[in-house]
């Protein structure tokens, strides 16, 4: 598995990508279920990241199959 900082660098590489590419996306962010913690003190770790990371992208490969232009 991946160490926390690579995960964590791609995040913000996805976020700033996704950012700058598809304004219309990045305003759901923050309402990624992922985000919203449900314990008091949650164990962030990276197998927690790494599960963002991929909700990420499978948000972004969403959002580019149903919004390809013909």
């Known amino acids: 598995m991946k160490k926390l900082q690579e995960i964590l660098s791609e995040i ?5 990508k996704i950012e ?5 996306l990045y305003q759901f962010l923050g309402e990624n279920p992922l985000t919203i ?3 008091n003190h949650p164990d962030i770790n990276e197998k927690v990241m790494q599960d963002y990371l ?3 992208k499978q948000l972004l ?3 580019l ?3 390809k232009i013909n």
């Open 12 to 16: 913000t590489e996805l976020t700033f």
């Open 20 to 24: 700058n590419n598809y304004p219309e």
């Open 37 to 39: 913690p449900s314990d």
């Open 54 to 56: 991929e909700s990420l």
């Open 61 to 63: 490969a969403h959002h």
């Open 65 to 67: 199959e149903t919004h």
